[in-house]
């Protein structure tokens, strides 16, 4: 009898903990019904790439000038706990880590950190969506005047990594090519083509190739 007891609680106890860990899954951009308000901070929902969509995207793609290579490893990340208490969220999601690097004359002249966090999430069955980080370009932040006309409060100028949103699209395929995508940032350009922070004048928009066509790497 003691012994049937200890069985009981010991089912209870891995039932409980099940419970406990086990989310209820969503997809990004369909129908999933009503959800509560809180359902991004309940840590109870996760968003998983149930049609493998993220697949098509992993990978190493390049783009190539010159004697330069610009490549970008996308690995997909399942089910990682997104966490930003700042802002009150809690949550789980399976998206794409980015890493890159820059080849001069066939010698690596930069490589970026392994991140195991996604930066980027499905938009559709085509398109990613997110950031990227430019580890080549910092900023740190700069106080504006309190009548200043958009009432931003801070520029971004000059020590924290910059994070510009990113949009990296599926084309269609050629079947005599190797698979292609458009990799796209958003740097928020002003009428003359710089980015309107100060600190940049004078300097390169960004370090990061942008709106090129990449390759496929077999």
């Given at each position: 009898m003691k012994k049937l007891y200890i069985k009981i609680i010991i089912v209870n106890v891995l039932f409980f903990t099940i419970m406990i860990k086990s989310q209820t899954v969503?997809?990004?951009?369909?129908n999933n019904g009503t959800?509560?308000?809180n359902f991004l901070s309940s840590g109870q929902y996760y968003y998983k790439d149930v049609n493998n969509y993220l697949d098509s995207f992993t990978g190493t793609w390049e783009y190539v000038t010159g004697n330069e290579k610009f490549q970008i490893i996308l690995t997909k990340v399942v089910k990682y706990h997104t966490i930003l208490s700042k802002i009150n969220l809690n949550f789980y999601e399976d998206g794409i880590s980015v890493k890159y690097k820059k080849i001069i004359?066939?010698?690596?002249s930069f490589e970026s950190p392994v991140v195991n966090e996604p930066s980027l999430t499905r938009s559709n069955g085509t398109k990613l969506e997110g950031y990227m980080t430019d580890y080549g370009r910092v900023t740190v932040d700069k106080k504006l005047p309190l009548d200043h006309?958009?009432?931003l409060g801070?520029?971004?100028q000059g020590g924290d990594y910059f994070h510009p949103s990113c949009t990296?699209?599926?084309?269609?395929?050629n079947l005599s090519e190797p698979p292609k995508i458009k990799f796209s940032l958003s740097l928020r350009q002003?009428?003359?083509g710089e980015y309107k922070n100060p600190a940049y004048n004078g300097l390169p928009t960004f370090s990061i190739p942008n709106n090129i066509i990449m390759t496929k790497v077999p």
């Open positions: 969503i997809v990004r951009g369909e959800l509560p308000d004359n066939g010698i690596i006309i958009l009432k801070v520029l971004r990296i699209e599926r084309l269609p395929l002003s009428i003359g």
